[in-house]
């Protein structure tokens, strides 16, 4: 079982429709969860934390619920720039800087 | 931009060769890890080096290894380059007190 898990998708939505993507990670020892995004070839770039609060930046909500270990990202409002893999990532206690990404949930908004 | 930067950003080998990446750090950040992103997949964990020493380190053989110099930039040097090394290789930078990491653009290996 991999340690983060996500659905590869694609995931075709049209503009403006709201998407939300699922990650589930194995091991309990967690510190940190982020959700990056990764456009075709590039690297990768941090899109926002994901706090057991819950937090929202702009069109972007992320959620945690550290009981069922359950990552999720919404996003509202999709634009054609959303298109990119979304990476979801988690941060092991007592392991300096390793971050363990999930394979990614490709996005494609499309007119 | 992240103000990480990595060299060269394409690589052509052949199996069995050797190849050194480089990596310079976002200024002020003193740790950097190196990922190895296969296509399809999420990126992997090679190792991760601060203040010129290797602390923390991935699923990766011995012919994986990496430095970092005084002024905080790294290397990553992979010996007996096999098929499967052709990847995107990527290095991170992070401050201290922070958990957030900023990517470089990544270094493209393709073994022949």
């Known amino acids: 079982r991999k340690e983060v898990e996500q659905d590869p998708g694609p995931f075709n939505v049209p503009e403006g429709a709201t998407v939300a993507f699922n990650c589930t990670y194995s091991n309990s020892a967690s510190q940190s969860f982020f959700w990056y995004r990764q456009d075709c070839r590039k690297e990768p770039k941090l899109l926002m934390s994901v706090y057991s609060s819950g937090n929202e930046d702009g069109r972007f909500t992320a959620q945690l619920n550290r009981a069922s270990q359950y990552i999720s990202l919404l996003i509202r409002d999709s634009k054609l720039s959303d298109s990119a893999t979304y990476l979801c990532?988690?941060?092991?206690?007592?392991?300096?800087?390793?971050?363990?990404f999930g394979t990614g949930t490709r996005l494609q908004v499309t007119l | 931009e992240t103000g990480v930067t990595q060299s060269p950003t394409h690589l052509i080998k052949t199996r069995g060769q050797q190849v050194t990446l480089r990596c310079s750090s976002q200024?002020?950040?003193?740790?950097v890890s190196w990922y190895q992103q296969a296509l399809g997949q999420g990126p992997q964990f090679i190792f991760q080096?601060?203040?010129?020493?290797?602390?923390g380190r991935g699923n990766f053989p011995p012919r994986f290894s990496g430095l970092q110099f005084p002024n905080y930039s790294s290397e990553l040097n992979v010996n007996a380059l096999e098929l499967d090394d052709s990847a995107l290789y990527l290095c991170a930078s992070r401050g201290g007190g922070t958990d957030t990491q900023y990517f470089g653009p990544g270094t493209r290996l393709t073994v022949l």
């Open positions: 200024s002020g950040h003193n740790t």
């Open positions: 080096y601060y203040r010129e020493e290797e602390n």
């Open positions: 990532v988690v941060k092991y206690t007592g392991t300096a800087s390793k971050l363990t």
